[in-house]
């Protein structure tokens, strides 16, 4: 898709959609969202980054190559839960910050977890796309 | 204070170092490894003190507490024994292999092999728990089955060592059984909790099941009768596995096992008849099979079954005289099979062939070997004044006071034994005395590591038996005392004055000479006898082995015939028995709710669904079919929108985009939607589709009205906020409380996305 039109909204598009991407990741604790979700909607907007600009170019934005991505974001997921192993609780119990924290409330664990379905998320979408679009 | 867990801890660890150790140290890294053994056969003997006088020292880490199960281990008389046995040969092994691997490549991977079976084996008798033991038990097997297959490009290496794995494999699986049986009636895994529970053990009317999946274990592993089979083609092995696996430790794990369980469950009428018969057959099978061997190797495997066997015997006669006789005889054939096998690879070494008749006359070139060898074999023959005589005087005296069929017993043991000093002197008169041979190398001494286990050995043996009571009885004093606490101090002396058992051992040695001398006769029938006997339980395990893998293959055959709409048939076909089995009890009792009040846009949302539907059956072209099915897609989230479901709209609504960005960069692909179906076909998928639709819509509509009472719904609503900090239940579920199924759920897309690279990478005529 070499138009102009589409290209330039798309150069536009992208930055917002993976901020929307992020906000869905982060706001999941509490309201509809979630790093599944997040994961997903990046992942749309990078296909139609890729489908713009071509596969080489939307690798070359990316820097790293999915599959990585998402082998990251399963070690992230897995580490998250490793936290809890040293204080004596059993693996992935949530550890929390206490509930007054300035500006975020509280924060914890469960956020890296959902940081790492996100990154595995988009690494398998991005895999699988990238496979089908490169003959 | 010695600690069971670290010994065996670093013994891991050594292993794991072994192959960069031998990097770093350019080919030197057995003189680091032997550090592990010596080492520990320093730190026990140091502590011989408080292990024979001491209380036990129990060592116990957490493991599953849920399930009460510890990683407990501990150092008795009984472990301390047998731990003695594995350092001292281990150690004395590790040298003889780095020369006799030397300059060989595999180096590396053999140390690493080696020194994990080590730990093994040491984590195996020093267990205090039933699962410790058998987590140990099993890595035996398992380094085990390596070390048989280290000539891995040999077939027959390959062949060796999986059935091995397999025999004792299922042994251990028997073993497992067992182990739980035996848990679930002591009411716990602990092995001094056993012990106690001797009595309800012995009157539980499961008592028999559980001796008998014991003995499975025990005997497959101890190639005991009728699954001695593995161990002659376990020789496949390089000799030093042979020497220290097949001669000293593994097969001696199933009579450990016997040793260590006998207080709880030995002493029966049942326990005496299950071990003493199938002793007493692998003793005089194991002999009479031995006899007709020309390959020194094998020779020394059959006899090592004929010794496995009398130890199974003395352990089930299970008087105190027995239990002193098996624990001294096990030492002593420790000891001159060890050295035998490493003389046997030293031949095979430096004259190129193990063949017994290509051999003679080594003596000469290799005198060193040749000596240690004389030593070895007069122990095995049971000759004064070396401890093989003191053990068989011993064996003699329990067989003779045998509590049943004592004639008989006596009879078998001075055959067997007969069988056995011939053996001795086939070994050495036919391999270093007599007419010389050309063989394949020009034969000259071993070099010196590869002399110094044999003739430690053997020598050992020799003075043990002039000093018994210093040495040996001290040495088995611990172990005996963990079989049979009560019993008597023991001594050992190398003259018993004219005895019955002095009259039966010079019977034995001269009806042994005579065996050697004109056993022409017997060889005939034993070659006889052997191809029996490889016709029996081999044959057994071969076409056990094959059928199993025509069953697969026909299984396979049957399910994955390679086409997609087969494995869907199948699969829904099965979906459909599932599905009706469990709404067939609803459809008897439930009821279906009211269809009425149905707003119109959920109505109208449901026929939109409906139309999509038919219309991917339909289509004649796969863009509509992929557009309709993008409809009945959304329809759902739609329904899950209309349902108070946002997160599940949204996924969904994102599945849906993406799924239809994937088939339209699928679809230029795939050739052209043909119509290659007949009608019969079509009507069969459409019937099974309808069933399963019918089905699984009934299901949700009773289900709904009739599901069983749940307190999910209240839990996580009540604790989603206190306990994860979140509102959001579906995804405090996700990430918290459910979080280890979500990492399930991750690595299974990662798996797939694997397939799909896998797939694209390997299409047939494109990328090459």
């Known amino acids: 898709m070499k138009s102009l039109i589409v290209q330039t909204t798309i150069r536009a598009l992208l930055p917002l959609v993976l901020l929307f991407s992020i906000f869905l990741l982060v706001r999941g604790h509490n309201d509809p969202g979630g790093g599944f979700v997040g994961g997903l909607a990046a992942s749309a907007a990078i296909t139609l980054y890729a489908f713009t600009f071509g596969v080489e170019q939307t690798r070359s934005l990316l820097h790293v190559r999915p599959f990585i991505l998402a082998a990251t974001g399963l070690a992230i997921a897995t580490l998250s839960g490793v936290f809890a192993v040293p204080v004596g609780l059993p693996f992935l119990t949530g550890l929390w910050t206490p509930e007054n924290t300035p500006v975020v409330g509280a924060i914890g664990t469960p956020l890296l977890f959902d940081a790492g379905v996100y990154c595995a998320v988009l690494g398998v979408v991005l895999t699988i796309v990238f496979e089908l679009m490169e003959e | 204070m010695i600690s069971p867990f670290s010994i065996i801890l670093s013994g891991f660890l050594f292993a794991a170092a072994a192959p960069l150790l031998q990097r770093f140290t350019r080919d030197r890294a057995h003189v680091i490894l032997a550090l592990y053994p010596l080492l520990t056969l320093l730190l026990l003997i140091n502590e011989y003190g408080l292990v024979v006088d001491g209380p036990v020292i129990r060592e116990s880490l957490s493991w599953v507490p849920s399930l009460g199960i510890g990683l407990s281990f501990a150092l008795d008389g009984l472990a301390y024994f047998f731990a003695l046995i594995i350092t001292t040969i281990g150690l004395l092994v590790l040298l003889y292999a780095s020369a006799y691997f030397k300059g060989d490549q595999r180096l590396p991977r053999f140390y690493l092999l080696f020194m994990s079976f080590m730990a093994s084996m040491l984590g195996l008798v020093l267990a205090d728990t039933l699962i410790t033991l058998f987590v140990f038990w099993e890595l035996t097997g398992v380094s085990s089955y390596f070390l048989i297959g280290f000539n891995n490009q040999r077939a027959a290496a390959r062949a060796g060592a999986l059935q091995a794995l397999l025999v004792t494999g299922l042994g251990g699986l028997a073993l497992l059984a067992g182990f739980i049986m035996l848990g679930n009636i002591a009411g716990s895994y602990d092995l001094p909790r056993i012990m106690e529970s001797s009595a309800i053990i012995q009157q539980s009317p499961l008592y028999p099941a559980i001796l008998f999946l014991l003995l499975l274990g025990a005997f497959t592993k101890s190639a005991q009768v009728p699954f001695h089979f593995w161990l002659p083609n376990a020789m496949e092995a390089p000799t030093p596995v042979s020497a220290y696996l097949h001669s000293a430790t593994m097969v001696k794990a199933g009579i450990y096992l016997l040793a260590r369980l006998s207080p709880a469950l030995g002493g029966t009428e049942l326990w005496h008849y299950a071990l003493s018969i199938p002793g007493a057959i692998t003793m005089l099978l194991g002999a009479f099979l031995a006899f007709g061997q020309t390959d020194l190797k094998r020779l020394l495997a059959y006899s090592t079954i004929s010794a496995l066997g009398t130890l199974t015997l003395l352990l089930g006669l299970y008087t105190d005289d027995a239990v002193k006789a098996a624990l001294i005889f096990l030492f002593v054939h420790s000891l001159y099979k060890g050295a035998l096998f490493m003389i046997a690879g030293s031949v095979d070494h430096e004259s190129g062939t193990r063949d017994i008749r290509a051999l003679g006359g080594l003596y000469l070139q290799m005198p060193a070997t040749a000596?240690?060898?004389?030593?070895?074999?007069?122990?095995?023959?049971?000759?004064?004044?070396?401890?093989?005589?003191?053990?068989?005087?011993?064996?003699?005296?329990?067989?003779?006071?045998?509590?049943?069929?004592?004639?008989?017993?006596?009879?078998?043991?001075?055959?067997?034994?007969?069988?056995?000093?011939?053996?001795?002197?086939?070994?050495?008169?036919?391999?270093?005395?007599?007419?010389?041979?050309?063989?394949?190398?020009?034969?000259?001494?071993?070099?010196?590591?590869?002399?110094?286990?044999?003739?430690?050995?053997?020598?050992?043996?020799?003075?043990?038996?002039?000093?018994?009571?210093?040495?040996?009885?001290?040495?088995?004093?611990?172990?005996?005392?963990?079989?049979?606490?009560?019993?008597?101090?023991?001594?050992?002396?190398?003259?018993?004055?004219?005895?019955?058992?002095?009259?039966?051992?010079?019977?034995?040695?001269?009806?042994?000479?005579?065996?050697?001398?004109?056993?022409?006769?017997?060889?005939?029938?034993?070659?006889?006898?052997?191809?029996?006997?490889?016709?029996?339980?081999?044959?057994?395990?071969?076409?056990?082995?094959?059928?199993?893998?025509?069953?697969?293959?026909?299984?396979?055959?049957?399910?994955?015939?390679?086409?997609?709409?087969?494995?869907?048939?199948?699969?829904?076909?099965?979906?459909?028995?599932?599905?009706?089995?469990?709404?067939?009890?609803?459809?008897?009792?439930?009821?279906?709710?009211?269809?009425?009040?149905?707003?119109?846009?959920?109505?109208?949302?449901?026929?939109?669904?409906?139309?999509?539907?038919?219309?991917?059956?339909?289509?004649?072209?796969?863009?509509?079919?992929?557009?309709?099915?993008?409809?009945?897609?959304?329809?759902?989230?739609?329904?899950?929108?209309?349902?108070?479901?946002?997160?599940?709209?949204?996924?969904?609504?994102?599945?849906?985009?993406?799924?239809?960005?994937?088939?339209?960069?699928?679809?230029?692909?795939?050739?052209?939607?043909?119509?290659?179906?007949?009608?019969?076909?079509?009507?069969?998928?459409?019937?099974?589709?309808?069933?399963?639709?019918?089905?699984?819509?009934?299901l949700v509509l009773l289900g709904a009205d009739a599901h069983a009472p749940s307190h999910l719904q209240e839990f996580f609503g009540e604790y989603s906020v206190p306990f994860a900090h979140g509102r959001n239940v579906v995804n405090v579920i996700l990430v918290d409380f459910r979080s280890l199924d979500t990492i399930g759920e991750i690595t299974v897309l990662l798996v797939s996305a694997l397939g799909v690279y896998a797939l694209m990478r390997s299409w047939p005529g494109e990328r090459q």
Request: proline content about 5%.
């Open chain 2, 371 to 698: 000596a240690a060898a004389v030593l070895a074999a007069l122990s095995m023959a049971g000759l004064p004044p070396l401890l093989g005589f003191i053990s068989k005087e011993l064996l003699y005296e329990a067989k003779l006071q045998a509590p049943v069929a004592a004639p008989f017993v006596t009879a078998a043991g001075v055959c067997a034994n007969a069988l056995i000093v011939a053996l001795a002197a086939k070994f050495v008169l036919m391999t270093f005395f007599g007419q010389a041979h050309s063989t394949p190398k020009q034969p000259h001494e071993a070099p010196i590591l590869m002399r110094i286990g044999p003739a430690l050995l053997a020598g050992f043996g020799l003075i043990a038996g002039l000093l018994p009571d210093q040495l040996a009885s001290r040495l088995i004093e611990g172990a005996v005392q963990a079989v049979r606490p009560e019993i008597a101090p023991v001594h050992f002396s190398l003259w018993h004055g004219f005895t019955d058992v002095l009259i039966l051992s010079t019977l034995t040695v001269g009806a042994g000479i005579a065996l050697f001398r004109w056993g022409g006769w017997l060889l005939v029938r034993g070659e006889r006898m052997r191809v029996l006997a490889s016709l029996g339980p081999a044959r057994a395990y071969d076409s056990l082995l094959r059928g199993t893998l025509r069953l697969a293959n026909a299984l396979t055959d049957a399910i994955q015939d390679g086409t997609l709409r087969h494995y869907l048939l199948l699969a829904l076909i099965f979906l459909c028995v599932l599905l009706g089995a469990a709404a067939a009890p609803l459809l008897r009792h439930g009821t279906l709710p009211a269809m009425s009040g149905i707003p119109f846009h959920e109505a109208a949302t449901a026929v939109l669904i409906a139309l999509g539907a038919v219309t991917v059956a339909s289509s004649k072209s796969r863009f509509t079919a992929i557009t309709a099915l993008g409809v009945v897609g959304f329809g759902v989230s739609l329904i899950f929108l209309f349902y108070g479901a946002p997160d599940l709209a949204l996924t969904q609504f994102s599945i849906e985009t993406l799924s239809i960005v994937l088939f339209v960069l699928v679809l230029p692909r795939l050739p052209k939607l043909l119509d290659t179906s007949s009608l019969s076909t079509r009507i069969r998928d459409a019937l099974l589709s309808s069933l399963l639709g019918l089905l699984v819509a009934l």
